[in-house]
């Protein structure tokens, strides 16, 4: 194996000791940098140790920083990767220190780094978590369509009760007092959240107020629905802890041969430099 392949196997797997090790360090590192980043947001901290936890935090950019370009540089297909969401979450983790010094506060995005702590299911590296993982993605991604529709279906709904419950309640009913008020609190109440702080006062619209309370229910339902037949589909096929070592995909089919997202032939034999 060359020493980029070496590189890769050791970010990107966690089957080998060196691999579970650099996985658990770098999640301590993580734990470590949101504790600093959430403790400097503390007045009496920050007054007391603002010095060290501003030296801290430009160690872990830099630490994190050297292993986002080591991932750039070991994986194959680096525009895919950079565009996962992996890689996505780990440009986040360092751009914010940076933009520190010409943005204010800007430091306290960092917090986005816990969702870094997601590649612990490298560490267990247990089909019961990568393979569950991966299935409610595919299963996201396969209904994505169907929840758009819905939730434009759902806006749609939104605007026409509220409008109803405007000209049923506005001229006696202050609290609807325009359009968007109505639809405010239609919302409110399609999903059953109730908040209160608009209520109809005529017998019409609680009625309609009774009626859009039992669709709320049904609404509701609509989306588990959808995704749960998506899971069911996406649930047929058994996923392996097998890292497709061109853009780091996880989740493929026992039997796959080639990458599910890029197509790469994941037991290809490497070359040696």
Not at 99 to 115: E, G, M, P
Not at 211 to 231: K, Q, R
Request: some cysteine.
């Amino acid at each position: 194996m060359s020493v980029k392949d070496q590189i890769r196997e050791i970010i990107f797997e966690a089957d080998t000791p060196a691999g579970k090790a650099f996985d658990v360090s770098l999640i301590v590192l993580i734990l470590l940098s949101v504790a600093a980043v959430m403790a400097d947001s503390v007045a009496p901290i920050h007054d007391r140790f603002g010095t060290q936890l501003y030296v801290a935090e430009w160690i872990f950019t830099g630490i994190f920083t050297i292993e986002y370009g080591l991932r750039l540089w070991c994986i194959q297909n680096t525009v895919l990767y950079a565009r996962s969401f992996y890689g996505i979450i780990d440009l986040l983790c360092i751009v914010p220190t940076y933009l520190s010094l010409w943005i204010a506060d800007a430091q306290y995005l960092l917090v986005t780094r816990i969702l870094r702590v997601l590649r612990v299911f490298r560490v267990l590296r247990m089909v019961r978590y990568v393979g569950e993982a991966e299935l409610i993605t595919q299963a996201l991604v396969a209904s994505r369509r169907k929840i758009t529709v819905f939730v434009f279906s759902v806006l749609a709904l939104t605007v026409i009760f509220g409008s109803f419950m405007y000209l049923i309640e506005g001229r006696t009913n202050p609290e609807f007092a325009s359009i968007p008020h109505g639809i405010y609190w239609a919302v409110t109440t399609m999903t059953t959240v109730g908040y209160g702080d608009i209520a109809p006062a005529t017998p019409l619209g609680r009625a309609m107020a009774t009626l859009i309370m039992i669709m709320g229910y049904g609404i509701i339902a609509v989306p588990t629905g959808i995704v749960t037949l998506e899971l069911n589909e996406a649930n047929r096929r058994r996923a392996n802890t097998s890292t497709c070592s061109a853009c780091s995909a996880e989740g493929h089919s026992e039997e796959a041969t080639f990458c599910w997202r890029c197509g790469e032939n994941m037991y290809k034999q490497t070359t040696t430099d």
